[in-house]
């Protein structure tokens, strides 16, 4: 079960939080925090498994306890919000295959706006932090293209 939650676990972030696995690889860490994740979620599977509930419904109960301060994901919010309200640049950026590596480099830009506004799951569709991403994503791109062009 350590092995299949683990996978789910990588997996997981491979595809909602490309920005954290980059960052866990830049750092060698990425093995030592997914043993950590699954020891501190390892009481909840042992009460499952003690209960003898359906495999599936203790991977998805653990896997949502697993990914709780991985959601929501900055790197779908923004990526949503690129291709949304930013079409052309998304598009650019998505045909240049930089896409992935942009969206890292905005979250990086909007973590003080993220961190401001306090980000969660809660908030994730005010309006009052939609507009600050989007004017951090706004100076980002200016910033960007006169850089390109300067």
Known sequence: MQAILIEKLRSYIVQN???????LQEDFSLTRYLEQKFQNVQPLLENLLAENKPQYIIEELCLNDLTKDLRPSKFNYIRSLLE?????????????????????NLINSCEPVFEALRFSEENENNGALQNAIQGTIQQYIEQATE????
């Open 147 to 150: 850089s390109a062009s300067g």
């Open 17 to 23: 939080n490309p920005d954290v696995m980059l960052r």
């Open 84 to 104: 949304e309200e930013f079409e052309q640049y998304f598009a650019r950026m998505k045909e240049a295959g930089m896409l992935t590596y942009e969206i890292v």
